[in-house]
């Protein structure tokens, strides 16, 4: 049995109708590959959609500013992600005339382009026989061949995407990458694979091994850390609300929040009540204190779980650097503070 042959035969009557499989132009590749690192397709799929419309060009995504993105970005995660994507933007508008570099070794140099991102562009734009090696490829390669080897040392990228170009056709590197991918994300899937439907059944050797559920072996547990939250919505007598923007490293950098009391352990309406007054509200008297979700929000993120409290506080007088609610749903911000904008 030729596996590419099977592999692709299966992805020709079975892949998804998704918008960046009928270019093969760079800029819109490299968006939907940075848009769904992390990301499901469903998801992903609006923000590429929203993105192609406000910035049909890489020239139109340089112009932006950083918030302007950022508001797109909004709910994506990752930041980061959106953050480089404008920087390269900007670089190849400015130093590369507005085209991508051809080639996978020059496309790595690109900030936020890693290799995963890169293979993927090579292939998919210009047609190079570089394999993309992802969670799904990890996936599909070690169950079909048995492979115990611990994806998640650094060693294992290599011995995997050794394996994924001597089965990768040459003459047609970009529909192998495509269709590896998406058998792994819509057959070979992470948890209880339907293994009696699928096309390698007589031939993976995990599935005769009865390994499937074992394999790929992935050690390294993230340490999650936990962090506590205490948001003040802040209301003046005109209404007025109060934001910041998140200037320093580290998780959601340059979004905005409100006022941030950031505690070791949750905390009561006591300390909060004890801790406002004269740190945050020197110039105007606290009238109220709110609790407005007594049970905290628990947002995870990657490495870390935030428990999250929202306080509402109305003051006297009018607040300094105040502003309209309206105003105020403009910026971007985290998902986990927008929806509560939203719902408040």
Same mark, same amino acid.
Not at 31 to 41: D, G
Not at 90 to 113: C, H, M, R, T, W
Not at 259 to 286: G, H, M, R, W
């Given at each position: ?11 020709? +009557?079975?892949?998804? &109708? =998704? ?32 993105f192609v ?18 508001? $797109? ?8 992600? %959106?953050?480089? =994507? ?19 070794? &020059? ?14 562009? %090579?292939?998919?734009?210009y047609n +190079? %026989? ?25 060693? %294992? ?28 994300? =819509? ?14 059944n007589t ?28 948001? $003040? ?112």
């Amino acid at each position: 049995m030729n596996f590419s042959n099977v592999l692709i035969r299966w992805y020709l +009557e079975n892949k998804r &109708d =998704l918008p960046w499989r009928k270019t093969d132009n760079p800029y819109l590749i490299w968006l939907s590959e940075i848009m769904l690192q992390q990301t499901r397709v469903a998801q992903g799929m609006p923000y590429f959609l929203s993105f192609v419309t406000n910035f049909p060009t890489v020239y139109d995504l340089a112009k932006a500013n950083e918030e302007q993105v950022l508001k $797109l970005w909004q709910g994506l995660g990752y930041y980061s992600r %959106a953050r480089n =994507l404008h920087k390269t933007a900007q670089f190849v508008a400015a130093e590369l005339s507005g085209k991508f570099p051809d080639n996978y070794n &020059d496309l790595l140099k690109l900030k936020g382009i890693g290799e995963y991102t890169a293979a993927a562009i %090579a292939s998919f734009s210009y047609n +190079e %026989a570089v394999p993309v090696v992802d969670g799904n490829v990890f996936r599909v390669l070690s169950r079909y061949f048995d492979v115990e080897t611990d994806i998640a040392v650094a060693s %294992a990228k290599k011995e995997f995407t050794a394996l994924a170009f001597e089965l990768m056709p040459k003459d047609n590197p970009a529909m192998f990458n495509q269709a590896i991918m998406e058998f792994g994300a =819509l057959q070979c899937v992470p948890k209880s694979p339907n293994c009696t439907i699928c096309i390698f059944n007589t031939s993976c050797a995990a599935l005769q091994k009865k390994k499937v559920d074992q394999l790929p072996v992935k050690s390294k547990k993230i340490k999650v850390r936990n962090r506590f939250f205490n948001y $003040l919505v802040v209301s003046d007598e005109k209404e007025n609300t109060v934001i910041q923007k998140r200037t320093a490293k580290g998780i959601w950098h340059n979004l905005y929040e409100f006022p941030l009391i950031e505690t070791e352990a949750s905390v009561d309406f006591e300390f909060i009540s004890n801790n406002i007054q004269n740190k945050f509200f020197v110039n105007n008297k606290v009238v109220s204190i709110m609790e407005c979700n007594q049970k905290s929000i628990i947002h995870k993120l990657s490495h870390q779980h935030l428990h999250i409290k929202f306080w509402k506080v109305n003051v006297d007088g009018t607040i300094e650097n105040g502003i309209t609610t309206e105003f105020m749903k403009t910026f971007p911000y985290p998902i986990v503070i927008f929806n509560f904008i939203e719902k408040n």
